[in-house]
Each structure stands twice: as C-alpha cells, then as structure tokens.
C-alpha cells in the first residue's frame, strides 16, 4: 500500500485520531456533570480472512483522546483498524456532524477530498447504534470507514479498510460491517 514518496495509511489513519479529538469550544463551566467516567464500548466483528492481527504498542493519550486500537494486515497490501475512542469532552456538535467530521478527518488525511457517505444501524446492547459509513479512493487506494463519536456519551468507534484501489474487495467490506455489533454505547441511539 505504501510506495516511495507516499505516507502509509496506518500513519494517516493514526493522524486522523489528532484532528477527530473533541476540542470543545465550551470551557469547563458549561460542560454537562457526568459523575460516572465513560467507558469503551465492545466491539464485536469478524476481519476478512486473509487478515491477521499485527502488533501494536499500547496507545498514549493524545488532544483529549483515548484510543485502543487494532491492526490487521493481508498480504495483497490491504489493512485493517479497528479503533475505540474516549474523548475529554465534547464539541458541542449534534453526534452526526462530530462522527461526519471524524470520518471526512480519516478520509482527509488519506488524501480523499470526495467521499460517500452513507448510514447503518449496528445492532448492539442497549439497542442499535446509528453508524455513519465513508467510501472514496485516490488514483491509487481505496478507503472504507464506518464509526460513530459521540458528544454526549464521549464515547467513539471507528472501523477504517484501505486497499491498493484495485485490491478493494467490496463484498469483504459489506461482511466486515454485517459482523459489527456495538454494546455498552451510551449515546443517543436516535437514528439522524
């Protein structure tokens, strides 16, 4: 997926996480008391087969944000990220235009200025997570994300697929998201 002269996209996904990080406009005396601290949603989903985990170092806190990621790679050049975010405090977006912005942010460092974007309910406990999906390519690769963020629960997930654009197998997407489940997401679950 990388080549001489561009940045692989671990690295640009993981620039992503910098610009999705919640900065609030609002200072600490607006902002909503939440007596109990958020918690990591769980995530649940089966990576394409020809996918393997590879391992990363513990991430650092980052702008506010708390991540836990994992990476999967094959070996036709095609990779996996699987993120849960914790964030400080929220913007004071409405959920659909902070998980929008998270998602433009991936697909922006990716260098794709054009995407799709689409919506899907995750199943998941207390009830189906309204998910925000992304789909764009450059000359070169190709890019799918899904993911949610959330002001109000600080709470954020986000899935990120990228392939050499002639490797994209899109039938391995649709099944990556067909598996997802979300539990334990506090947020609105009003569909937007």
Not at 84 to 103: C, F, H, P, S, V
Not at 136 to 163: I, M, W
Request: charged share 20%; hydrophobic share 35%; glycine share 10%.
């Amino acid at each position: 997926m990388t080549t001489a002269g561009r940045r692989p996209l671990t690295v640009l996904v993981a620039g992503a996480l910098l610009v999705t990080s919640g900065c609030s406009g609002k200072d600490d005396a607006q902002a909503p008391n939440n007596p109990t601290p958020p918690q990591y949603v769980t995530l649940s989903y089966t990576p394409p087969a020809d996918m393997t985990e590879v391992s990363l170092p513990a991430s650092t806190p980052s702008g506010g944000v708390r991540s836990e990621v994992k990476l999967f790679r094959s070996s036709d050049g095609c990779q996996l990220r699987v993120v849960r975010l914790l964030i400080d405090k929220g913007d004071g977006t409405e959920d659909q235009d902070a998980t929008y912005n998270m998602l433009g942010a991936i697909m922006k460092v990716s260098g794709i200025s054009t995407f799709q974007a689409n919506g899907l309910m995750v199943p998941g406990d207390p009830g189906p997570v309204p998910t925000l999906t992304a789909s764009g390519a450059t000359s070169t690769d190709a890019l799918r994300a899904a993911g949610r963020l959330s002001n109000e629960s600080l709470q954020g997930y986000q899935l990120v697929y990228g392939c050499p654009k002639a490797k994209l197998v899109e039938k391995k997407w649709t099944a990556l998201t067909d598996s997802l489940r979300v539990d334990g997401f506090t947020g609105s679950l009003e569909e937007h």
